[in-house]
C-alpha cells in the first residue's frame, strides 16, 4: 500500500447508529487531517494532529470524535450524527516543516457519507 | 475574514488552452497550492507557488502575483482526462490552509 488509504470507502448510516472512519498513511509524514467536503463548498478543516498531538479542532460538533494512536492511522468515531453531515470525508497527511509549518497535504480518496 | 475566490465552472475544447484564476484575501501568506480533483476521488497536488513568477510544470503552469493577491493556473493541449475539478488553496501566516470552493473544468471533444 502507497500514500493515504481510507476506509470504507461509502457508508450509510442511520441517525443512531455508530461507526468509525479509518484512514492510514505510508508517507512517513508526521501530521494529519480530517476534511469535510459538501458539494460546491470549500473544504472545511475538521481536526489536525500533529505528532498524534491534536493541534486543531475548528468547532466541531461532538458527534465527531477523532483518534490518532499513531502518527499512522487516524479514526474519526461518528455518533447519533444529523442528514446535514452527510458529505464527503477525506484524510491527509503532511510532513511539518523545519518552522513548523505544514508541507503538501496528501490526501486518501475519502469516505462517501450518507445519514438517513 | 479570509477568502478564496474561483469560477465555479468552465468549459474549454479538447485541445485548447484554458486558465482558471483564483483570487486571495488571507490573514498573511505563506504559499499558494493548486490541486486536482477528479468526481469520487482524492484531491492531488498540482503545484506550489511562493514567489512571484510562473512555475511550469509540464502541460501545466501556475502564475503568482501576491501584490495583487491572484493566482492562475494554465492548462495547454486539453485532454478530456483534463476534465475535474480544479481546487485553489492559500496558506494563511498561522500555516493554515484556506480552500476555495473549486473550479469545475469540462472538456468538450
Known amino acids: 500500500e502507497t500514500g493515504v488509504t481510507q476506509t470504507p470507502r461509502h457508508l450509510v448510516m442511520g441517525m443512531t447508529n455508530k461507526k468509525s472512519l479509518k484512514c492510514e498513511q505510508h508517507l512517513g509524514h508526521n501530521a494529519m487531517y480530517w476534511y469535510k467536503q459538501s458539494a460546491k463548498k470549500p473544504l472545511e478543516l475538521m481536526f489536525v494532529?500533529?505528532?498524534?498531538?491534536?493541534?486543531e479542532n475548528n468547532s466541531v460538533p461532538s458527534r465527531f470524535s477523532p483518534e490518532c494512536p499513531n502518527s499512522s492511522h487516524l479514526f474519526l468515531h461518528l455518533h447519533t450524527l444529523q442528514p446535514e453531515d452527510s458529505a464527503l470525508y477525506l484524510c491527509a497527511s503532511s510532513q511539518d516543516g523545519p518552522a513548523g509549518g505544514q508541507e503538501t497535504q496528501y490526501f486518501g480518496p475519502g469516505t462517501r457519507l450518507l445519514v438517513l | 475574514g479570509q477568502n478564496i475566490d474561483q469560477p465555479t465552472e468552465m468549459t474549454a475544447t479538447e485541445g485548447a488552452i484554458v486558465q482558471i484564476n483564483c483570487t486571495y484575501q488571507?490573514?498573511?501568506?505563506?504559499?499558494l497550492f493548486w490541486y486536482q480533483q477528479h468526481a469520487g476521488e482524492a484531491p492531488t497536488f498540482l503545484s506550489y507557488n511562493v514567489l512571484d513568477g510562473l512555475e511550469e510544470k509540464g502541460r501545466f503552469s501556475s502564475f503568482l502575483s501576491r501584490s495583487k493577491g491572484y493566482s492562475y493556473l494554465l492548462l495547454k493541449e486539453l485532454q478530456m482526462k483534463d476534465s475535474a475539478s480544479y481546487l485553489c488553496a492559500v496558506r494563511d501566516s498561522n500555516y493554515q490552509l484556506i480552500w476555495g470552493a473549486g473550479t469545475k473544468l469540462i472538456i468538450k471533444p
Open positions: 494532529y500533529n505528532f498524534k498531538e491534536q493541534t
Open positions: 488571507t490573514s498573511g501568506f505563506n504559499g
